[in-house]
Each structure stands twice: as structure tokens, then as C-alpha cells.
């Protein structure tokens, strides 16, 4: 019996089938060549991005902005400038400025003073220069120290003896740059910003020396901040403060020294390794108005009085009897820390002539703190802050 011929239909499936082999490798993809050729502008875009971004850094890296390296810029600055927040990132060139022979390590309370200010309540016989920057915390302010201890050629170091050091010994002011300063290239990356990089466009014009340009701007502040704060409302916001805390106010904090590791372990040690060197060294005790401890008891610790005066005796009985070490304040004054007419808030001193008086005791010698006089001196304070009404001799409130 012959076979059936296929018929038409047949034919047709034989002869697709013969036109389109099914292959067992790769199926061409039209879409996907499409997509890569679509991505090729965008990875081209990337790529320059990228190699952009590297030749910045290795810009800012050759020049060096803030002299950190041996080939740095050798930044010269101008020697009544005050960068103040801005000083952060200068630590270490300026520690390497052989003729700065006067440090002021220091925070919000004292960034006001210019180096002319320093040298002239000195005598005007030094070359002088300002550290203080808003915010400092103990680990930071090691950092600080450690690199004056390395670098300087100092002869004296004034340091802010600030409320932060209740705090834990690691605490760290959020923003400050740790990575300029612990010797690790790759970390030095993480400084190449805006800042940084119009720094380095200067260097390259020829603009070597160092001008923040900032002390305009910072009288403008502060006298603006003044203004705001002498006012019938601020004063009477402050005097409901102090009848809802009076009870409370001078509540003991169950503290003793060894509670304070970052007086113990940090500051002390450091102060003592600059006194056996030769160097003098002057802490300054910022001026608080007795306001200042029932305003932040709610932000910083409800027992704020009792640590802030212990760390204060701790401090004064560690270093008492040191060779050129001295502890100067002037908060026990209520003519001073009570008339809130001196204050541009209850934690600045605002007053000019205050501020000059208070810096000239270094040279003058007087408000010193000894063992001799801390119990008098912290008992002044605790019933002048127990007692405490608003004053302010501006607005004529008593």
C-alpha cells in the first residue's frame, strides 16, 4: 500500500520548519542590543563623572589646602584672624606655625577674642592665636591638645574649662574632622568639599595667605543675638523657668571625681605633660550667668549645678600645687554672673569690657582658684544660684 502524499497544509509546516530551525545556542535579542546601546551614553556620562571627581581629589590631595602632608601649601595665615567653626580643619597647619608662641583652646565663650586681644591682655609680648570653635567635647578637644603637643613650639596654652567635660570621655562634637588628623591618607579623601576645593582653587591664583573674612559677620551675630535677648519676654520666660526649677536646682548629683574620666584620663594627663615641658598653662573658667544652670538643667542634666561645680573642684584640686598651671574665675560675682545686662544669652558674656577684664587676668593674676579658695568659691555660687531672681541692669529689672 503506497504512502499518503502530505498534503498542502503539510507542506507548508515541512517547509517553515526547514526555514527556521530551532537553535540550541543563543536566540538573537533585537531588545537587548537595543537597551545596551541606550545604557552607552549614560555609562559614558558616569565614567566622566567619576574621572572628574578624581582628578579633584588628587587636585586637593597635591595642594594640600590644610597643610597636613609634607608637600602641603604651607598655609600662612593672617595673624589677626579668627576662623572660629572654621578652625577645625587648620589644627594642624596652625600648630606647625612656628611663631605662634600663645594658644587659646577654646569654645563658643571665648571665640570672640581676636589674637591682637590675646597678646595685648598678655603684655603684647607674644604672637598669639584663637582655637575656639562652637560645640567642643572632650574627644575632640584631645585631638586638639594632642596636636599642639606634637607640632607647636608653644609657651603657653589657655584652655576653656567648659561644662562639657561632665560628659563621657569619648563624646565627640558631631561634624568635627577626626579623619585630617589620625594619619590615614585614605580617610583624608573625605575633606575634599566645596570648602576645601574653592580653598585650593585660591592656592592656585596665588591667594596663599589665610583670610576667613569672618569678623564682620561674627559682630553682626553676636550683636544681633544681643538685641534679641534683652527684652521684657526673654526676661520674664527665664523668670518662669527659675520658680518652676528653684526646688530642684541644687540636687545633688551622686558624682564624686573618679565620675569624671574625662577630667581624669584626658584633660589632666595633657596638663600635666605641657607643665613638665616648660609650657604655662591657663584655664580659663567660662562665665555662666546663674540663669545659664536652670535654662539647660532640662537639656543637658537635671542635677547641671551640682556636676558643673564638682568638676570644677576636681579640676582645681587635680592640678593645684602643678608647676605653670593656674585656674582663674569670675562667676562667683554676682555683679558679674547675675546681671543678665552682660549676656547675649544666659551662657555667653556679651559685655566688652567684661570679656577684655576677664582675659587680662591672666596677666594680671587675680581671680586664681586654688585649693585654698574652691570651697568658698563654690558655695558663693550655689546660694547666689539657689537665690537667684532676674537681674538685668540693661533693661533695669531687679
Not at 571665648?110 to 560645640?135: C, F, Q, R, W
Not at 543678665?340 to 567684661?354: K, Q, S, T
Not at 568658698?376 to 544660684?385: H, L
Amino acid at each position: 500500500m503506497s504512502a499518503e502524499a502530505p498534503s498542502p497544509s503539510g507542506i507548508t509546516r515541512l517547509v517553515g520548519v526547514r526555514r527556521n530551525p530551532v537553535s540550541k545556542g543563543k536566540t538573537p535579542n533585537p531588545q537587548g542590543r537595543g537597551r545596551l546601546h541606550a545604557v552607552k551614553p549614560m555609562l559614558a556620562v558616569f565614567a566622566a563623572i567619576w574621572l572628574t571627581y578624581l582628578s579633584v581629589v588628587a587636585m586637593v590631595l597635591a595642594i594640600d589646602p590644610y597643610d597636613i602632608y609634607r608637600w602641603g601649601s604651607k598655609v600662612q595665615f593672617a595673624m589677626n584672624d579668627v576662623p572660629r567653626d572654621n578652625v577645625v580643619r587648620l589644627i594642624d597647619a596652625l600648630a606647625k606655625n612656628r611663631d605662634i608662641k600663645t594658644f587659646l583652646v577654646g569654645g563658643s565663650t571665648t571665640a570672640m577674642y581676636s589674637p591682637d586681644d590675646i597678646e595685648t591682655a598678655l603684655g603684647g609680648k607674644t604672637v598669639a592665636y584663637n582655637l575656639s570653635y562652637g560645640g567642643p567635647r572632650p574627644m575632640d578637644r584631645d585631638i586638639v591638645l594632642d596636636q599642639l603637643a606634637a607640632n607647636a613650639r608653644s609657651e603657653r596654652i589657655i584652655i576653656t574649662f567648659d561644662w562639657m567635660y561632665i560628659l563621657e570621655s569619648e563624646t565627640m562634637r558631631p561634624d568635627f574632622p577626626q579623619f585630617l588628623y589620625d594619619h590615614e591618607i585614605t580617610d583624608d579623601i573625605r575633606m575634599v568639599d566645596l570648602p576645601a576645593i574653592s580653598r585650593t582653587l585660591e592656592i592656585l591664583a596665588g591667594q596663599v595667605q589665610y583670610d576667613s573674612g569672618d569678623h564682620d559677620r561674627y559682630s553682626r551675630f553676636v550683636s544681633r543675638q544681643y538685641r534679641g535677648f534683652q527684652t521684657p519676654a526673654q526676661m520674664a520666660k527665664l523668670q518662669t523657668l527659675i520658680r518652676q526649677y528653684r526646688p530642684m536646682i541644687d540636687a545633688p548629683s551622686g558624682r564624686s571625681c573618679s565620675s569624671f574620666t574625662a577630667i581624669n584620663e584626658q584633660l589632666v594627663p595633657r596638663i600635666r605633660r605641657f607643665a613638665e615641658t616648660g609650657v604655662e598653662i591657663d584655664i580659663l573658667i567660662p562665665i555662666l550667668s546663674y540663669a545659664n544652670y536652670y535654662l539647660r538643667m532640662s537639656e543637658i542634666s537635671p542635677t547641671l549645678l551640682d556636676e558643673v561645680l564638682l568638676s570644677r573642684r576636681c579640676l582645681v584640686e587635680a592640678v593645684d600645687g602643678l608647676r605653670n598651671v593656674r585656674v582663674f574665675a569670675f562667676d562667683d560675682d554676682p555683679q558679674i554672673a547675675g546681671d543678665l545686662g552682660n549676656f547675649r544669652d544666659p551662657g555667653h558674656v556679651y559685655d566688652p569690657d567684661l570679656l577684655k577684664k576677664t582675659l587680662a587676668s591672666i596677666y594680671s593674676g587675680k581671680g586664681m582658684l586654688s585649693k585654698a579658695n574652691i570651697d568658698s568659691y563654690e558655695r558663693r555660687i550655689r546660694q547666689e544660684v539657689k537665690n537667684y531672681n532676674v537681674w538685668n541692669s540693661y533693661l533695669r529689672i531687679h
